[in-house]
Nanobody
Framework: QEQVGESGGGSVQAGGSLRLSCEASGNTYSAYCIGWFRQAPGKEREGVASIDRDGDITYADSVKGRFTISRDNAKNTLYLQMDSLKPEDTAMYYC??????????????????WGQGTLVTVSS
């Protein structure tokens, strides 16, 4: 049975850290590039980070130096380590395929989230 979905969200104060996880089925996980996007209340979707099969990584400028994306191929799991969180990082976070294209200009509305998302709330 396919199991997909994001976890690890929560409420933290500015400057804190969270680690998000996203487990996917083998077919989903083996896509060319996979990654994270987010959507804050009342705002457009935003690509956050992606990693491709070769291990090449791309970050949105807004999270560079603070977030780290990684993958565990043995577990079909994608991670997002978020450090030095800011209130503007508050959003629902989702994992999806094709995030790499969004980070180079593709429409984020074309992304299909793997799960229901996980909520990250950062207070000042």
């Amino acid at each position: 049975q396919e199991q997909v979905g994001e976890s690890g969200g929560g409420s933290v104060q500015a400057g804190g850290s969270l680690r998000l996880s996203c487990e996917a089925s083998g077919n989903t996980y083996s896509a060319y590039c996979i990654g994270w996007f987010r959507q804050a209340p009342g705002k457009e979707r935003e690509g956050v980070a992606s990693i491709d099969r070769d291990g090449d990584i791309t970050y949105a400028d807004s999270v560079k130096g603070r977030f780290t994306i990684s993958r565990d191929n043995a577990k079909n799991t994608l991670y997002l380590q978020m450090d030095s969180l800011k209130p503007e990082d508050t959003a629902m976070y989702y994992c999806a395929t094709d995030v790499c294209w969004v980070l180079t200009g593709a429409d984020p509305n074309d992304l299909d989230a793997w799960g229901q998302g996980t909520l990250v709330t950062v207070s000042s």
